[in-house]
């Protein structure tokens, strides 16, 4: 399935997400990297095999065997922190003093430049709504030259990506 399958499959109702999802793939803000790893994160980061599909074969082509297996790390590693670290930051107490003990090798040699990889952590973990990582990602990506204009760009396609997969999902239901 490509992207513009994708589009057609939305409803009426969800006439901006297919806008938005058409002019999300052309951002001018970020270069061919971040944009085609930041829609494949958002995409795995939103479990619908569906998407999953359509994005990758759309843009799992323009990036590197290496590029692609980094994207889908970043996936990958922010479901396993998004939720313990949402959980220590709401939680509070004697948790976020305590050693997560958790893998995360991937962070340190993501196969990709760091803030790319960054950058779709930061995507991903919108997603998943934790506000700790959100804000320990945009950090490392400012820091490492990334714009205001780019962070939010990411921002944007994770969440027309995410409302996608949601439409698919409950389409699908009514249709069962």
């Known amino acids: 399935m490509s992207l513009e399958a994708l589009r057609a499959r939305l409803?009426?109702?969800?006439?901006?997400?297919?806008?938005?999802?058409?002019?999300l793939a052309?951002?001018?803000?970020?270069?061919?990297?971040?944009?085609?790893?930041?829609?494949?994160?958002?995409?795995i980061a939103s479990r619908n095999a569906e998407?999953?599909?359509?994005?990758?074969?759309?843009?799992?082509?323009?990036?590197?065997?290496?590029?692609?297996?980094a994207a889908k790390a970043a996936a990958a590693i922010m479901g396993m922190n998004n939720v313990y670290y949402r959980f220590t930051h709401l939680v509070g107490g004697d948790y976020p003093g305590l050693p997560a003990k958790l893998r995360m090798n991937v962070i340190g040699k993501p196969g990709v430049e760091k803030v790319d990889f960054e950058l779709w952590s930061?995507?991903?973990?919108?997603?998943?709504?934790?506000?700790?990582c959100m804000e320990a990602h945009e950090k490392v990506?400012?820091?490492g030259g990334?714009?205001?204009?780019?962070?939010?760009?990411?921002?944007?396609?994770?969440?027309?990506?995410?409302?996608?997969?949601?439409?698919?999902?409950?389409?699908?239901?009514?249709?069962?």
Do not use: W
């Not at 951002?27 to 790893?37: C, F, I, S, T, V």
């Not at 998407?51 to 297996?69: D, H, M, Q, W, Y």
């Not at 205001?148 to 949601?166: F, L, N, P």
């Open 11 to 23: 409803p009426d109702y969800a006439r901006d997400l297919k806008l938005n999802l058409g002019s």
């Open 26 to 43: 052309t951002e001018p803000a970020l270069d061919q990297q971040k944009l085609a790893g930041t829609f494949v994160a958002s995409a």
């Open 51 to 69: 998407v999953i599909r359509a994005i990758v074969a759309e843009f799992g082509p323009k990036l590197s065997p290496e590029a692609l297996t």
């Open 122 to 132: 930061l995507a991903v973990s919108a997603i998943n709504g934790c506000g700790m």
């Open 141 to 143: 990506v400012k820091h």
């Open 146 to 176: 990334v714009s205001t204009e780019q962070v939010q760009a990411a921002v944007r396609i994770a969440s027309v990506v995410h409302a996608v997969a949601g439409v698919i999902d409950a389409e699908d239901a009514l249709a069962a």
